[in-house]
């Protein structure tokens, strides 16, 4: 019953049309608050959580519960990916170009270069029957996708993934909806 709750309510996040509550957020700190909450679970009891957050990292204009909801699926993917053994990578660079970069990497196997390019299409899987949806990389996608960002990856096999997401910074001219002077 759960794993079908689980199952509808990302569907329903899939379908949803919902606008995001968005105001200036740090995401070093929602990045820290996500791993806090999922250090203790038992898949990261083996998993060396590498932490490279730019200080200096700006604002971003972003619904935060949303964007948790990307970082956790990320790193819990990632986790699994390396089956509870490995290192995790987080980091956070400010762009010149405006924007921010968060890179969440894993000493897995990395993607299979034939499924690379399927990895954010909905109900697409890897993992085996009852263990997941194939949808949370698209709704991860969608998520980053509707705040004006890039979510790519890049796999190397028998060297890890890497996941960036690229968001863009917004003054507070453009976030009240008024150009800039």
Not at 55 to 83: G, K, R, T, W, Y
Request: charged share 20%; proline share 5%; with cysteine.
């Amino acid at each position: 019953a759960q794993r079908c709750r689980d199952t509808v309510k990302e569907l329903l996040e899939f379908a949803r049309q919902s606008s995001a509550d968005t105001k200036p957020e740090d995401l070093n700190r929602a990045l820290s608050r996500t791993l806090f909450l999922l250090e203790k679970h038992a898949i990261f009891q083996n998993i060396k959580i590498a932490k490279d957050l730019d200080p200096e990292l700006p604002m971003v204009s972003c619904d935060l519960q949303q964007m948790s909801h990307v970082f956790m699926n990320l790193i819990l993917n990632a986790a699994e990916a390396m089956e509870g053994s490995g290192t995790l990578t987080i980091s956070t660079r400010g762009a010149l170009s405006g924007s921010v970069q968060i890179s969440i990497s894993d000493t897995g196997p990395g993607i299979p270069k034939e499924v690379l390019s399927n990895i954010f299409d909905p109900f697409f899987t890897t993992k085996e029957a009852g263990k997941g949806t194939g949808l949370g990389l698209s709704v991860a996608y969608r998520i980053v996708q509707n705040h004006g960002g890039i979510l790519t990856a890049w796999t190397n096999p028998d060297q890890g993934a890497r996941f960036w997401i690229q968001l863009p910074v917004k003054t507070a001219g453009e976030e009240s909806g008024h150009e800039p002077e």
